[in-house]
């Protein structure tokens, strides 16, 4: 199939988004206003570009830092929810588990409740204009220690909000291993919250297990160097554990792969692995979730009814009920169909 019909096919097609950071998802020259907003004056072409420049992971965390910085009050938020609102509309997203990642704005002294407020109010309004459901997952970071992960957690347990289904841990992986949060994310599954960890990102198959047998994680956010441990692929298959895979974050971040086409996620497929695909940060990585299907068909031999199977996917690895997966999968068969039966050429 073409790119323009692939695209259009991929438009008319309800998904899901399961790893998305908000912060990530304003474009460029949205940033650029905010810049504007905190410093009097706009980047230069190239301040930005200087921004946007990363060789792995570590680099990637320090320009997410530096945007996270320019948000200076709480009202900034509704940056993110205005590119949220064109992001999910563009994408035909109708569903998203999201990450916020509350502590470096905390620490210059946001107030976490306004700040959630402001969010889930402006998602609750994508709703209403879009129909499209936006949850978050509070990232608790594993960049600032544990002390500062457990009060980010205790902020989510004290604030009950329903809009926050779990907490998340990410960061740098290779600085903050997993295993040193077990005693958060055990809380955390103790109080009914879901979790999730990006690991397997820039270390062995040694942190995802430390994600899985020690954090509890109910998926794992990247899970690229799965594909080096055949042991650890059998089991992921066999417990059907979902991966949070995002192709193009992983050649910006440099560790496990530098090209889209030696991308191992097709291998992880073939061999029963549970995958979902998503962008990670949009705007830092230059993709949407529909560049994203049309990468892995045209550049890592999926076909269009494994595109078909891995948007599901995204619903089933969801923290919705079996019900609403199965509508969401039927309204995705159905769209499915109906574009194909419009389009009896393609
Ligand atoms: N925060 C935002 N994107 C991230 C990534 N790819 N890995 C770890 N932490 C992140
Ligand atoms: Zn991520």
Known sequence: MDKRDFYSLLKAVPKAEIHLHQEAVPERKIINKLYKKCSGREMT????????????LEGFLQSFMSVQRMFTEEKDLRFIIDALDSYVHANNIVYAETFFAP???????????YSINILTAGFKKIKEKRGCTIKTIVDVSRSFGVENAQHNLDLVLHEKNPEIIGIGLGGSETFGPARDFASVF????????????HAGE???SWSMKDAINLLHAERIGHGTSAAYDEDFIKELAQRQLPLE??????????KYVKELK????????DKGVFITINTDDPSFFKVSLIDEYWNIYKLMGFSLENIRTIIKNGFRASFISQEEKDAYCAKVDEA?????ESHPKA
Request: with cysteine.
């Open 245 to 254: 895979v995002c192709p193009t974050s992983n050649i910006f971040t440099k």
């Open 336 to 340: 499915w169909n109906a574009w194909f």
């Open 262 to 269: 030696d991308h191992p996620v097709k291998q992880l497929f």
């Open 45 to 56: 072409e190239v301040e930005l570009n200087n921004l946007f420049s990363y060789s792995d």
């Open 103 to 113: 502590t470096s704005l905390l620490k210059k002294g946001f107030d976490f409740t």
């Open 186 to 197: 055990d809380n955390a599954k103790k109080a009914g919250l879901h979790t999730v960890v």
């Open 202 to 204: 820039t270390e062995d």
